[in-house]
Nanobody, 124 residues
Framework: QVQLVESGGGLVQAGGSLRLSCAAS????????MGWFRQAPGKEREFVAG????????YYADSVKGRFTISRDNAKNTVYLQMNNLKPEDTAVYYC?????????????????WGQGTQVTVSS
């Protein structure tokens, strides 16, 4: 069992930045590929970014590429999402998740542990 707790969300103006953190407890964090997803009201949960178990490989949705950066610190059992140049369309609840496979994936179905989410609101 892995428990995931996100933090760092909030209200920011367009063009601003936020850094989300996801602290993991339980089984060995470094054995899981990790992902960040988001869900806006009335929309399906969508993939934002993923990172391999070692952190050597990262993947991004086209909508955030060049603006968001995912990273992890296995010594601290934490994965991060640095979000720069935020846009109003980035407004959503952001979730971190641990993959049930050795690789990261853009499908929510491949993730077996989820955090409770943190709200990000970007004003125009």
């Amino acid at each position: 069992q892995v428990q995931l707790v996100e933090s760092g969300g909030g209200l920011v103006q367009a063009g601003g930045s936020l850094r989300l953190s996801c602290a993991a407890s339980g089984r060995t964090f470094s054995t899981y590929a990790m992902g960040w997803f988001r869900q806006a009201p009335g929309k399906e949960r969508e993939f934002v970014a993923g990172i391999s178990r070692s952190g050597s490989s990262t993947y991004y949705a086209d909508s955030v590429k060049g603006r968001f950066t995912i990273s992890r610190d296995n010594a601290k059992n934490t994965v991060y999402l640095q979000m720069n140049n935020l846009k109003p369309e980035d407004t959503a609840v952001y979730y971190c998740a641990a993959s049930g496979y050795s690789r990261t994936s853009s499908s929510p179905r491949d993730y077996i542990y989820w955090g409770q989410g943190t709200q990000v609101t970007v004003s125009s």
